[in-house]
């Protein structure tokens, strides 16, 4: 696998697709990973049409091996278990100075515990709510992060 994404992110839902689309608009190489996989393909034949630097994935591994490293992960899911999930989903096949970045607006202690959790294994954690909606997702959404310097 040939690592050319700048940033891969997981969650395909409308707030996950245009912020994915709002980043390749601005110049990043995005990977793409969704539970249901089918929603990959949907959005790379959809709304992602066209678009060659959007690469789908249909595995955790493959997603992984889109990244250049150091890999910026952002997880679009939903907050509580499902972002701790996929976080061991996707640590074995990261290394120290990787980035995790949950941009689903989680509970500040969960992020909090997820930093700790991280740093002890080299990867650094950032917890960043994402505001504004779909539009906001697309053309320009207010980003609050927090946690790893």
């Not at 395909?12 to 996989?37: C, K």
């Amino acid at each position: 696998m040939k690592q050319t994404a700048d940033i891969g992110l997981i969650g395909l839902a409308v707030m996950g697709q245009n912020l994915v689309l709002n980043m390749n608009d601005n110049g990043y190489a995005v990977a793409v990973f969704n539970r249901t996989v089918s929603k990959v393909d949907e959005f790379l034949g959809d709304a992602a049409k066209g678009r060659a630097t959007i690469f789908g994935a249909h595995s955790i591994e493959e997603f992984a091996g889109l990244l250049k490293r150091p890999r910026k992960v952002m997880l679009m899911v939903k907050a509580g278990e499902v972002v701790d999930q996929f976080i061991e989903q996707v640590l074995p096949f990261l290394e120290p100075g990787d980035v995790i970045i949950d941009g689903g607006n989680s509970h500040y202690p969960d992020s909090t515990r997820r930093t700790r959790y991280l740093k002890e294994k080299g990867i650094l954690f950032i917890g960043t709510g994402v505001s504004g909606g779909e539009e906001g997702a697309r053309r320009g959404p207010s980003i609050m992060p927090g946690g790893n310097p």
